[in-house]
C-alpha cells in the first residue's frame, strides 16, 4: 500500500542525492565505491546507525524545534538508560571517588510557554565521567554513577551537582572514522551534559547542555551544538555554577 509520507520523504531524497551527483559528476566507479562503502560499513556491528547519527540525528532535534515554542532540543545520543537513581534536589550525582573531576553545579527553573513554573517535571541528567566514557556502557562504571532523576519543586526549581564531563570520541575506528578522516573532520564532541525532562501533559523534551569557550564547541563532529545551549559557567561563592532554564511546551 502506498504510504504518502514515505513517498514525499524518499522523492525528494532522491532529488536531493541525484542533483549532488550531477553538481560533482559522480563516476560509475565512485557510485560503485560509494555502494561498497556503504555495504562495508553495514557489516561492522553499529556502523550505519554511527554514521547517520552523526550526520542526521541534530537535524530531527531541529525539525522539533521548527514546531515549538519551548527551549532548545538537541540530540538524545545513544547512552540513555532507564532507571537512574532519584536524588533529591542540591544533591550529588553519584561519581567515581578517585576520578577527581571538577566539580559544576547545574540549576535552574522549569516553566510552561505561559512562563509559570512546573512542579514535579521529572529531569533525568546524564553525561560523561572526567575521562570521557558513559556509565553502563562502556566498562568499569556502574550504571547508578554519573546518572540521576530528579524532580522539580513548588517554584519549578531544580538543582544538582556532579563532576564535570569532558569532550567525548564518537567510535572512531570503523567507517564513520573513516568517513570524516577522508573529510578532514574529527571524531570529537564537546563535553556536554544530557537532560531529559518529562512531565503529565508536556512534550517530552531531550537536550544537552554544552560549555562556553570549551574544546569542540565549535567543531562538534555531531554538528549537534546550538548557541542557546551553549552556557556560561559563573563563580559564586567558590563553585563553578551553569544555570540551564527549561521552557516547556504543552502536549
Ligand atoms: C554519541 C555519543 C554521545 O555521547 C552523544 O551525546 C552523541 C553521539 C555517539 O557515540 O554517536
Ligand atoms: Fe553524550
Known amino acids: 500500500m502506498k504510504n504518502e509520507r514515505v513517498n514525499a520523504i524518499v522523492e525528494d531524497l532522491v532529488d536531493v542525492i541525484r542533483g549532488v ?8 566507479d565512485e557510485f560503485k565505491q560509494a555502494i561498497e562503502f556503504l555495504e562495508g560499513a553495514s557489516r561492522e556491528t553499529f556502523e ?3 554514521m547517520l547519527r552523526n550526520f542526521f540525528e541534530i537535524t530531527t532535534a531541529v525539525a522539533a524545534n521548527q514546531e515549538h515554542e519551548g527551549s532548545a532540543a538537541n540530540i538524545a545520543g545513544p547512552f540513555y538508560l532507564e532507571g537512574a537513581p532519584e536524588i533529591a534536589n ?5 561519581v567515581l571517588e578517585e576520578s577527581n573531576g571538577e566539580e559544576v553545579t547545574i540549576r535552574g527553573h522549569v516553566k510552561g510557554t505561559d512562563g509559570k513554573p512546573i512542579e514535579g517535571v521529572k529531569l533525568d541528567v546524564w553525561h560523561s565521567t572526567p575521562v570521557g566514557t558513559y556509565s553502563g556502557v562502556h566498562p568499569g ?15 519549578g526549581y531544580y538543582e544538582v551537582k556532579t563532576t ?3 569532550p567525548y570520541q564518537i567510535p572512531h575506528d570503523g567507517h564513520t572514522g573513516q568517513l570524516l578522516t577522508m573529510m578532514g573532520r574529527h571524531s570529537w564532541r564537546p563535553a556536554h551534559v544530557h537532560f531529559k525532562a518529562h512531565g503529565e501533559g508536556l512534550v517530552e523534551h531531550i537536550t544537552q547542555v554544552y ?5 569542540y564547541v565549535d567543531s562538534d563532529c555531531c554538528d549537534a551544538v546550538i548557541d542557546e545551549l551553549v552556557l556560561p559557567t559563573a563563580q559564586v561563592n567558590g563553585e563553578n555554577v ?3 532554564d527549561f521552557v516547556l511546551d504543552p502536549a
Open 242 to 244: 551553569i544555570t540551564k
Open 21 to 28: 551527483m550531477l553538481k560533482h559528476s559522480v563516476t560509475n
Open 48 to 50: 550505519l546507525q554511527l
Open 211 to 215: 560549555f562556553e569557550g570549551e574544546d
Open 90 to 94: 542540591g544533591e550529588h550525582i553519584k
Open 164 to 166: 564535570k564531563p569532558v
Open 141 to 155: 562504571i556502574p550504571a547508578d554513577h554519573y546518572r540521576a532523576k530528579l524532580t522539580t519543586d513548588a517554584a
